[in-house]
């Protein structure tokens, strides 16, 4: 059975725990690619906070033509940083050929 976890600094994550989602708290740009290395084979979904994930770029294009895990960057503690919208854009206009969230 599939989980879904969340990596990224404790401030930013600890409250998926009391929503029954895995938790890893980690600030650590390469102690977050292993654990992503790690979830990727029991997790369907890897949430992760934007700072770690535009650190980890190369290591998540990887999971991107994979339909499993779906990895999700968040905003952390500090805010939005605007990667994870970057990413859906980047996803939809894969998927239909066109930016249609373009502004």
């Keep these: 059975m599939y989980k879904i976890g969340v990596i990224g600094d404790g401030d930013s994550i600890l409250g ?8 890893y708290p980690t600030e650590d740009a ?4 292993r654990l992503l290395k790690k979830l990727a ?3 369907a979904v890897i949430f992760i906070t934007e700072k770690l994930a535009s650190a980890l ?3 998540i294009a990887h999971y991107r033509s ?5 990895i999700i ?3 952390g503690i500090t805010g939005n940083t605007g990667i ?11 998927a239909v050929g066109s930016d ?3 502004d």
């Design 16 to 23: 998926f725990a009391s929503a029954g989602l895995s938790v």
């Design 30 to 33: 390469a102690e977050a690619g």
């Design 41 to 43: 084979d029991d997790h």
């Design 57 to 59: 770029d190369g290591e």
């Design 66 to 70: 994979h339909s499993v895990p779906a």
């Design 73 to 75: 960057p968040i905003p």
């Design 84 to 94: 994870g919208m970057k990413s859906v854009s980047r996803s939809v206009e894969q």
């Design 100 to 102: 249609i969230l373009a």
